[in-house]
């Protein structure tokens, strides 16, 4: 096995002690086929124990191991060393508060992802004793939304979120547009009040950003912009007195 | 020491010059300012037409300089390459198109938009009488 030196530059911060984050640098022997989270590990269980850092499956599942690699927000599980340089940077995810070293405080996305009502609402009831039905094409219209792993790489890459906190971001309106889209759902209305408000699409500027960085390839852009047009037609229909339809 | 989370500094008016993505996007954006100059142009245009022969043709000849050449040639470029491919590109996210219960890939819907650009010009080329 090849083995392959890696440069690791570590943003640190403990915030019983420092004022402000700052950088470690670690020398790591790094195989070949690691990826970077083998690597961090590698300084955990060798190097320094006292770094703090969050993961859990290492196979893009758990969505925990979001950092920015050389600037970039990455799942660090699939992200491999032998498509880095030598010497790799790697910070807390953007936009988000430091809890310690690359943890991130994360409270303010998991309210939005409640906030977006993401379940099945209905007003009809339900089929008695028997399961929805739902046709593959319909779906095939939201599956892709539903891939999201919530790691929040695409909260690290949105500028309009850096701008404006108070923005729902990529993941939780995809989230949204997931339930809006699926068959069994009613509740589109009832989600449109916070969807269509200023902190809603409309503060999207569509800078594709978080498509781009995604490693589930959800597209959370493309549920936004669908969800420009579909707002947009809302409020026509109501200007033009037609019966809201849900679909 | 601080005991609580450090919240890193976000630069309201130097943010895009961070990365090369950023960048891009901002050049997209600034097109907005050759939109709104072609605007003025198209009602100043119009204002001439509307004063008579003589207002239309010194409206025809306040065009006819190098300057007014170059701004017309930078702007047609730069709104093929930021708006007309970029927008082309993204148009496919923004309307999934779905056929027989399949999601139809993007590229038809891109290809759609480019005929129907070509089809419009041409309207547009006739109209003007060029062909
Ligand atoms: S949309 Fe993509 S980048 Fe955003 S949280 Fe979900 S999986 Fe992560
Ligand atoms: S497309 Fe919208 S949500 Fe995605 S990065 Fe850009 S501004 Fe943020």
């Known amino acids: 096995m090849t083995i392959r030196q890696l440069e690791l530059e570590v943003m640190r911060y403990d915030p019983e002690k420092d004022e402000a984050p700052w950088f470690q640098n670690y020398s790591v022997p790094c195989e070949e086929d690691w990826a970077i989270l083998d690597a961090i590990n590698y300084v955990k269980e060798n190097i320094d124990t006292t770094l703090s850092y969050r993961w859990s499956c290492h196979m893009m599942v758990c969505g925990s191991c979001g950092m920015m690699v050389n600037g970039e927000p990455s799942l660090t599980c699939k992200t491999f060393i032998r498509d880095l340089p030598d010497k790799v940077r790697i910070e807390p995810l953007e ?43 319909a779906l095939e219209k939201f599956k892709q939304y539903t891939m999201c792993i919530n790691c929040m790489c695409c909260y690290a890459a949105c500028p309009q979120y850096g701008l404006n906190q108070n923005f729902i971001g990529p993941a939780a309106l995809a989230l949204a547009h997931r339930y809006n889209l699926d068959s069994r759902d009613q509740g589109k209305s009832q989600r449109l009040d916070i969807l269509a408000d200023h902190d809603g699409v409309w503060d999207c500027s569509f800078v594709g950003a978080c498509s781009e960085v995604c490693p589930k390839h959800v597209d959370p852009a493309a549920a936004i912009q669908q969800m420009k047009i579909d707002g947009a037609m809302e409020w026509w229909k109501q200007k033009l007195g037609f019966p809201g339809g849900e679909s | 020491m601080s005991s609580q989370p450090y919240v890193r500094p976000f630069s309201k008016t130097t943010w895009y010059m961070r990365k090369g993505r950023y960048k891009v996007y901002m050049l997209r954006e600034v097109t907005c300012l050759l939109v709104g100059f072609y605007a003025f142009l198209t009602i100043a245009g119009l204002a001439a037409l509307a004063k008579g022969p003589n207002a239309w043709i010194s409206f025809l000849v306040s065009q006819q300089n190098t300057a007014m050449i170059a701004f017309h040639a930078i702007a047609l470029l730069y709104f093929l390459f930021f708006q007309t ?7 496919p996210k ?30 547009i080329f006739w109209l003007a009488g060029v062909i």
């Open chain 2, 94 to 123: 923004a309307m999934p198109i779905q056929v027989g219960g399949k999601n139809l890939s993007g590229q038809y819907v891109v290809i759609g938009h480019y005929i129907a650009w070509a089809v419009l010009s041409a309207f």
């Open chain 1, 95 to 137: 936009n988000f508060p430091i809890e310690r070293d690359l943890v991130v405080v994360l409270d303010d996305v998991m309210q939005k992802l409640h906030k977006v009502q993401p379940y099945i609402i209905r007003k009809d009831a339900p089929p008695q004793d028997k399961e929805f039905k739902q046709s593959p094409g």
């Open chain 2, 85 to 91: 491919f970029a927008w082309f590109k993204l148009a």
